[in-house]
């Protein structure tokens, strides 16, 4: 049977490194939000692009795909952006009372496997249209 680990000692737990290795880590999550969203807004501008050069060609094809991926994009961003926020305050508490910080980042893998799923919708509607 192992010990139980004892709380780091004062010194280790308001050692700035953690603290500064934490903010990174949500500045990068932060950083990732906004360039979904402002992929999506790109996105969904183009598709409105489209619909106007088909009013200007007479070309009767509706495609709001363009439109609705992009405003998803966005909402993605948004909503990684509001996560991130809590699962930084909820890390930095962790650090504060010395408990480990030893277990996966369920957001990320989330995150991961909502952009695959995503990425391949984008794939499947490239080779239908």
Do not use: C
Request: no cysteine; aromatic share 10%; proline share 5%.
């Amino acid at each position: 049977m192992l010990p139980e680990k004892s709380a780091p000692p004062l010194a280790e737990q308001s050692d700035p490194r953690f603290f500064l290795a934490a903010e990174r880590t949500f500045l990068a999550w932060i950083r990732t939000g906004l360039s979904l969203m402002g992929f999506g807004f790109v996105v969904a501008r183009f598709g409105l692009f489209l619909k106007e050069m088909q009013l200007v060609q007479h070309i009767d094809s509706t495609r709001g795909f363009s439109v609705a991926f992009g405003t998803t994009l966005v909402m993605v961003g948004v909503l990684m952006n509001v996560v991130a926020t809590f699962t930084h305050v909820r890390t930095v508490r962790m650090i504060r009372r010395g408990e480990p910080l030893n277990r996966p980042s369920y957001f990320g893998v989330a995150v991961a496997l909502i952009l695959a799923a995503v990425g391949v919708a984008m794939a499947i509607h490239l080779l239908a249209v």
